[in-house]
């Protein structure tokens, strides 16, 4: 609550002072029309002889009438405006905190997760707002307003009414959130499994209608989904049952000013005329009053949706700190250093990274080896400044790495990069958004992509559509490349960028990829040996340690370990 929601309540209470203002004014407005109403009704039954009598009345009524509509849409023109203000606001929040997490969601959160957040937990926060404090805060004003009035003609009879309405807005929302806390949290998380079971089941929506096994998906699924319907059916019977007993008590809140009024009639404080009048208004008065505990009630899904933005808001993430430089002398000619760099992820006993010193001079091309487990990834995200090393110093061009340096001096072409479904200009021009058209057709040249585009009528202007599926898969990952090269920097990261290609498109693309990148310093992340022959140093990860470091010749030469391991690759 002191994060996510006082703060916005804090920078918008003239305008939610505003809106309660309105409401009350809507009730009000309500309220006068029935109250007049029913008096217009009861001195007309009179048959008054004077036709002025009742024609201020009737005015009235046409006045409150259209006041009360007025009113009621004003608040809620207020209200969604507020809500469209906090909502842009707690968008782009979650955002700022997504994006320092960006390289390492896919480790933390599944998909499904992460939709479930974007799509359920800011929607709620919403409702938070429009179904909760707003009808809270106005009853609670209606209910102090109509006390004191009561209070001004007899303040046992307010007291009596305050016990009466005490009911609808205070004790049944208190009952009702203690009997519906459990189910609101299981329907929230219930909601939150089958997002990610059906996010997951898209994703390998191929896969399970290649095995045969679509039934199984749709049997386990359709019962998850009739145990939240389970859950929603009593939760629905509970309404029910709390909304005729609210009803009763407006009953007897209605009954007992009839009562009252009728004594007043007796002991001449008011006119017969008027008894219809105030039990008509008392229908308008706990109208207003009765939202309170569907407000109250739904508070656990607020309290669950809270939660987990705090919990991923309160994510360690790596903190740029401030970039150590060293004297240019320092790092002259080096790229790239590591010095005695070691790695423990939290909650674990062993380094994955266990006292590694590594130096790469600028314009060297680096091949990283080893089998899965490693240490491979963690040294890349060392590298890119997604970790921050338990031990040790990593300088980016003389620099400590952070990720403050991605896009400047470090670039990366992943295994599978993201394509937009937009044009792939566009899909370039992200490396860069203020590049030429000309810089945009250098890099296409770069990349080997000028005879594919020239080939398409739209050229540059193709859409992409959706995760690139337009082209191929080496087709995409040359998209990927001028899009890395756009970005300028001097150093490229290729992480495996060529698994799942065929051996001729990998051999095609590791050829433009070295070329395109003959005059940066390269770091090239790969599991097998096809193109190593380009590299300028081969280093081979074991158990987070250096276990074999050279060119290709040497370590052909000297180690018996790397010519199995090239000759095994070559089909030797």
């Known amino acids: 609550m002191n994060t996510w929601i006082t703060p916005y ?52 009524v046409r006045m409150f009438s259209i006041s009360q509509a007025v009113m009621r849409y004003l608040e809620r023109l207020v ?90 807005i205070l004790v049944m929302p208190l009952i009702s959130l203690k009997l519906s806390r459990r189910k609101y949290v299981a329907l929230k998380k219930g909601k939150k499994k089958l ?71 007796d002991v001449g404080n008011i006119e017969p005329t008027i008894i219809a009048a105030f039990a008509l208004m008392m229908l308008a008065i706990t109208d207003a009053l009765s939202p309170t505990s569907e407000a109250i009630e739904e508070m656990p899904i607020y309290e669950e949706s809270l939660h987990r933005l705090t919990e991923i808001e309160t994510q360690e993430t790596p903190i740029d700190k401030a970039n150590l430089k060293l004297a240019a ?18 909650q674990t006993s062993e380094n994955v990274i266990n006292n590694l010193s590594l130096e790469i001079k600028k314009g060297k091309k680096v091949a990283i080896l080893g089998r899965s487990g490693t240490g491979k990834s963690t ?21 400590e790495a952070s990720q403050k340096l991605l896009a400047d ?26 590049a030429t058209d000309s810089e945009i057709k250098e890099v296409v040249e770069q990349a080997q992509l000028s005879k594919l585009l020239a080939a398409i009528p739209t050229g540059l202007k193709t859409q992409m559509e959706e995760m690139g599926h337009r ?36 051999h095609a693309l590791l050829q433009t990829m070295f070329s395109a990148a003959a005059d940066k310093t390269v770091i090239w992340v790969t599991h097998h040996l096809a193109g190593i022959e380009n590299m300028d140093e081969i280093i081979f990860l074991e158990e987070g340690e250096i276990a074999l470091q050279g060119n290709h010749n040497t370590l052909l030469a000297t180690s018996a370990k790397y010519r199995a391991l090239y000759e095994m690759d070559q089909g030797i």
Not at 113 to 120: A, R, Y
Not at 409 to 434: M, Y
Request: net charge neutral; aromatic share 8%; proline share 3%.
């Open 195 to 265: 997002y990610a079971q059906l996010t997951d089941a898209v994703f390998g929506l191929s896969d399970w209608v290649a095995s045969g096994r679509t039934a199984v998906f749709l049997t386990d699924y359709k019962k998850d989904e009739e145990q939240l319907l389970a859950i929603e059916v009593k939760v629905k019977r509970w309404q029910h049952i709390r909304s005729g007993i609210i009803q009763l008590f407006i009953g007897i809140a209605v009954i007992m000013m009839i009562v009252w009024s009728g004594t007043q009639v």
């Open 409 to 434: 001096s470090l670039a990366i072409l992943n295994q599978k990069s993201h394509l937009f479904d937009t044009t792939v200009e566009n899909n370039i021009r992200i490396g860069r958004p203020e």
């Open 9 to 60: 309540m804090k920078q918008h209470k003239g305008r939610m002072m505003l809106a309660v203002f309105l409401g009350v004014l809507g009730v009000g407005s309500s309220a006068m029309l029935l109250f007049i109403s029913g008096y217009l009704i009861s001195k007309s039954a009179l048959r008054p002889e004077n036709i002025m009598i009742v024609y201020v009345p009737i005015v009235a």
């Open 79 to 168: 209200g969604h405006d507020i809500i469209l203000r906090i909502l842009e606001k707690m968008r782009t929040r979650l955002y700022r905190i997504l994006q320092p997490q960006a390289l390492l969601l896919q480790s933390r959160y599944k998909t499904g997760d992460l939709l479930s957040m974007l799509s359920e937990d800011i929607e709620h926060l919403q409702d938070f707002y429009l179904k909760s404090v707003f009808p809270s805060i106005l009853s609670l004003f209606i209910y102090g307003i109509l006390i004191a009035v009561l209070g001004l003609f007899d303040w046992v009879f307010a007291l009596m009414m305050a016990l009466v309405l005490a009911v609808i």
């Open 329 to 346: 002398t320092d790092m002259e000619d080096c790229a790239i250093k590591l010095e005695s760099v070691s790695f423990q992820y939290p």
């Open 379 to 399: 040294l890349l995200k060392l590298l890119t400044g997604t970790l921050k090393p338990t031990q040790g110093t990593v300088l980016i061009e003389g620099q």
């Open 471 to 506: 082209f191929s898969g080496g087709e995409r990952q040359r998209i990927a490349l001028a899009r890395v090269l756009l970005q300028e920097t001097p150093i490229v990261i290729f992480d495996e960028p060529t698994i799942g290609l065929d051996p001729k498109t990998e």
